[in-house]
């Protein structure tokens, strides 16, 4: 009887490969003297446990101030983000489709909007109650930390197969401040920033507030969009405090250039597709959201966390035609509010004369959408299809506890329990009414091993539960509904791993995993309908190897290489026609992955950036028929601080696609009349200035 996968027992004989080499390594690496220490510790919070990064029995990695804002054009969250392991970024100058992020695969399928991974600002959910993510309302001029979990992390977050982006914003400082910065550059790329904050006797306070316009690289790829972020915390006492978030996004102009053919991208990069030109395709957007969160300390070792927030959003979209096969029309005005409360209780005991720590906690939320669909007749808005009431609700509660087994060994167990309902009213012929449920436990296991000062072995087993988001669960056999026939997908994680940091000088990080997922939820093209809807695929696997180095190469100077390696294929799959992809690759996902980051500050103010970025071919669609080429493409950046007195001034500049590749930097996957490719845009440049001024 084969009682363990065969994939996890080539895991398992890998990881011991490795920690036997790593161990003959670092017993050299006691008598290296690499000088002060320059990589600091870091504690990770988004785990809601909080833990150093080294002793964390899961991947994860975390990214500063400096990484997100300096020199940056501010574009995207991959720009920052780009030198994690793991993480694959597309779409990145499409505004109408959203940045697409995926995380060990998990995210892929997404061509609208963000699947798999849940996103948090300041504890406020970016992620919907169905699981659907954005950032479209992320401020990138304020961020202070980023942390990313990789890896299906549902025992504590829900739907979380890909892993969490655990994003916090920047504290006024002590003294108060009033900053600008202005950034140009090509393709009429213009952004202004105001920011201010500062310390006013318990309060703490900043604001920022952004206007961002770009004419775009291609034909009609026209983007406007104004973002406000504020903070507000006030400390009661030295053990209680309350965070107020506001945030408001107004960006009436993201138009869609779509997707070109093979023979189109050869004859004219830049041209849009002439579909999306006919029909004006593209989107507005408009958004406020109110966050409030609550932390109390209880004597020395208890904490209570709420949170409470508020969300409204209307979006309105012209897709690339009239009315589809199956009834919907191309023209989408969608009104959505959704809020929701929850929060944790953590508290630490001893077990004998171990360490216990322990969180609980209830996450409730719900969503409301009224989606009305018309046609779209050639730009104006025609003939109602569509007029329906969704609503989904989620209720999860969940237990996590970290046990110190000794003073180099811990065990993290967790679990958590979700039931989402969806529910649908049809305004129209009535006869698309309908529910759908779903509920998961999701259990965890870690283990985490001090083997020495520098090595840290880890290992965990988890699952994760992902249900449809509402977008997905779109009736492709109607205009009115939900798809009755569209399931949840689950996945069961296995993952070995090893960290450290050699003299504070040299972190490293290893990670290994097989990912078994059930019902994975994957896109299609209906023929003659013009958009996606989404199937389950039976089994696939997800295999990979993340490895990461950043090293202090002199003082001021650090270099961070990554890599990710991903095997990711269909066990069985059997498509909507009968056709049958069994043994193909997971389309959308590269092999091989590389980054090289290289950053340099001097102590006279100057300071530079050149990073490199490897992506392997990829298939575009599940028979494995068409196959993207490879890229490698650079962007430096450079600038100088300047520090007089109470003032700042940091002029800086930017050069994206140093070396004027030509490469696809969205595919959309499985798209119809071979319309997969969006090309990104060649050698371009920007340059900027921030005055800050301290009172």
């Not at 009436?252 to 029909?279: I, M, S």
């Not at 970290?402 to 060994?409: F, H």
């Amino acid at each position: 009887m084969q009682i363990i996968n065969p994939a996890v027992t080539r895991l398992l004989n890998t990881g011991c490969c490795l920690f036997f080499l790593l161990n003959s390594v670092t017993a050299a690496g006691d008598d290296i003297d690499m000088g002060a220490s320059a990589l600091e510790e870091v504690v990770v919070t988004a785990t809601r446990i909080p833990t150093d990064l080294q002793t964390l029995p899961f991947a994860a990695s975390v990214v500063g101030r400096e990484e997100v804002q300096r020199a940056r054009q501010q574009l995207g969250l991959d720009e920052s983000l780009a030198a994690v392991p793991g993480l694959f970024f597309q779409n990145r100058y499409n505004f109408a489709q959203d940045l697409r992020i995926a995380i060990r695969g998990f995210g892929a399928r997404a061509n609208f909007g963000i699947r798999g991974i849940r996103i948090f600002a300041d504890d406020i959910p970016q992620t919907l109650p169905d699981g659907q993510g954005s950032v479209d309302a992320i401020d990138l001029g304020s961020i202070e930390q980023i942390q990313v979990i990789r890896g299906p992390f549902s025992a504590v977050y829900g739907s979380a197969s890909g892993g969490v982006i655990d994003i916090r914003t920047e504290d006024g400082p002590a003294t108060p401040i009033l900053s600008g910065r202005l950034n140009l550059g090509s393709y009429d790329y213009r952004q202004a920033q105001v920011k201010a904050g500062g310390q006013a006797g318990k309060l703490n306070w900043l604001a920022n507030l952004s206007d961002t316009r770009l004419d775009g690289y291609r034909d009609h790829a026209d983007f406007e969009s104004r973002l406000f972020n504020s903070k507000f915390r006030y400390e009661f006492n030295d053990t209680a405090r309350l965070t107020v978030v506001f945030n408001a996004v107004d960006s009436p102009t993201a138009n869609d250039p779509g997707g070109l053919n093979a023979r189109e991208v050869a004859e004219d990069r830049r041209q849009a597709a002439p579909r999306n030109l006919l029909f004006n395709a593209g989107e507005s957007l408009d958004q406020q959201s109110l966050g409030l969160a609550f932390r109390k300390e209880i004597g020395t070792s208890q904490e209570l966390m709420l949170r409470n927030y508020y969300v409204h959003r209307q979006f309105n979209a012209l897709l690339p035609f009239s009315i589809n096969s199956n009834g919907q029309g191309g023209s989408i005005d969608l009104s959505r509010r959704f809020s929701g409360l929850g929060g944790n209780y953590s508290w630490t005991t001893s077990l004998g004369s171990r360490t216990n720590r322990v969180v609980a906690g209830l996450d409730y939320d719900a969503q409301r959408d009224h989606r009305r669909r018309s046609a779209n007749n050639e730009g104006v808005i025609g003939m109602l299809t569509t007029d329906q009431d969704e609503d989904v609700t989620t209720t999860g509660i969940y237990l996590q506890n970290v046990l110190d087994l000794s003073a180099t060994a811990s065990l993290t167990l967790g679990g958590r329990f979700d039931d989402v309902d969806y529910e649908v009213t049809d305004r129209t012929a009535g006869d698309g009414s309908g529910q759908r449920s779903f509920s998961q436990f999701s259990p965890m296991i870690g283990v985490h091993w001090s083997l020495h000062e520098a090595v840290d072995l880890y290992g965990n087993v988890s699952r994760s539960f992902d249900p449809p988001a509402t977008t997905e669960l779109a009736n492709p056999f109607g205009p009115t509904g939900f798809n009755q026939e569209l399931d949840s997908q689950t996945a069961t994680n296995y993952e070995l791993g090893m960290k450290g940091l050699l003299s504070g000088r040299l972190r490293y990080e290893l990670a290994l995993f097989h990912i078994a997922v059930k019902d994975g939820i994957v896109p299609y093209e209906l023929e003659g309908s013009g958009q996606s809807f989404f199937q389950n695929a039976g089994a696939s696997t997800h295999e990979g190897l993340e490895a990461s180095v950043t090293l202090e190469l002199f003082p001021g100077a650090t270099g961070t290489a990554t890599y990710t390696w991903s095997d990711f294929r269909f066990d069985q799959f059997s498509d909507t026609d009968g056709t049958v992809y069994d043994g193909n690759r997971i389309p959308g996902i590269p092999r091989h992955l590389f980054n090289l980051d290289l950053a340099w500050t001097h102590p006279s103010g100057f300071f530079a950036g050149w990073d490199f970025l490897y992506v392997g071919r990829f298939f575009a669609d599940n028979a494995n028929q068409v196959e993207t080429d490879d890229y490698l493409v650079s962007n430096l950046r450079a600038g100088y601080r300047w520090t007089g007195g109470r003032w700042t001034f940091e002029p800086f500049a930017g050069v994206n696609n140093l070396f004027n590749r030509k490469y696809i930097g969205n595919v959309r996957l499985n798209a119809s009349f071979g319309r997969y490719y969006e090309p990104a845009p060649e050698r371009n440049v920007y340059a900027g200035v921030l005055l800050k001024y301290g009172f």
